[in-house]
């Protein structure tokens, strides 16, 4: 599996938490939120996007995001 930059738009985030269930899905095979590698917080009317060390930066949050918050750019070494 390949390395992708993961590009974050906070303006977009509807605070669906998909790409927190997917990640956990991925790596834990469980929908536990608080298992993932990325972390959504709500504050107020804004979402915060950050990842945990251990994210692996695979881009299953980016494909599982609808709203656009989230997308991927292949690294260059993955050729």
Known sequence: MGTYHITIATEKCSGC????LSCSEANTRTFKPFAANIR???MDELCVIRFTE???ACGICADN???GALTKTAE???A
Do not use: K, S
Not at 17 to 20: G, Y
């Open 76 to 78: 260059e070494n993955n």
């Open 54 to 56: 251990n994210c692996t």
């Open 17 to 20: 938490l998909r790409c927190q």
């Open 65 to 67: 995001c609808f709203y």
């Open 40 to 42: 959504v917080e709500m």
